[in-house]
């Protein structure tokens, strides 16, 4: 059974950096299902968003609204893909997600909805 795992939340100021790591444990008849994977966030009373997805080494999207503050990445060795904040603001504060979905490079994008599994979670506060 695939199980993603997310780490590295917490509280920064304003303009401050965080990375979270999302670590997936899986079988090898799961390992169509890690290939692309992604990032998401939600904030208190609003709806789930897309931030970054990545399939295998490749970041295939970003949200434009990030303009350019957050990476996406994976290290393999550890079956692990983060993503590095920069520049944080308050509008990033929330629980962060990752998931990951059996799905090609071509549609590996925030701009689908995504099943697949999901982590639990971490939060974000981004705060003075």
């Known amino acids: 059974e695939l199980q993603l795992v997310e780490s590295g939340g917490g509280l920064v100021q304003p303009g401050g950096s965080l990375t979270l790591s999302c670590e997936y444990r899986y079988s090898s008849w799961d390992i169509s299902e890690v290939g692309c994977m992604g990032w998401f966030r939600q904030a208190p009373g609003k709806g789930r968003e897309g931030i970054a997805t990545i399939y295998w080494d490749e970041p295939t999207t970003y949200a434009p609204f990030l303009k350019g503050r957050f990476t996406i990445s994976r290290e393999r060795s550890k079956n692990t893909v983060s993503l590095q904040m920069n520049n944080l603001k308050p509008d990033d504060s929330g629980m962060y997600y990752c998931?990951?979905?059996?799905?090609?490079?071509?549609?590996?994008?925030?701009?689908?909805?995504?099943?697949?599994?999901w982590g639990r979670g971490v939060q974000v506060t981004v705060s003075s």
């Open positions: 998931a990951s979905e059996s799905r090609s490079r071509s549609v590996c994008s925030i701009d689908f909805t995504w099943g697949g599994t």
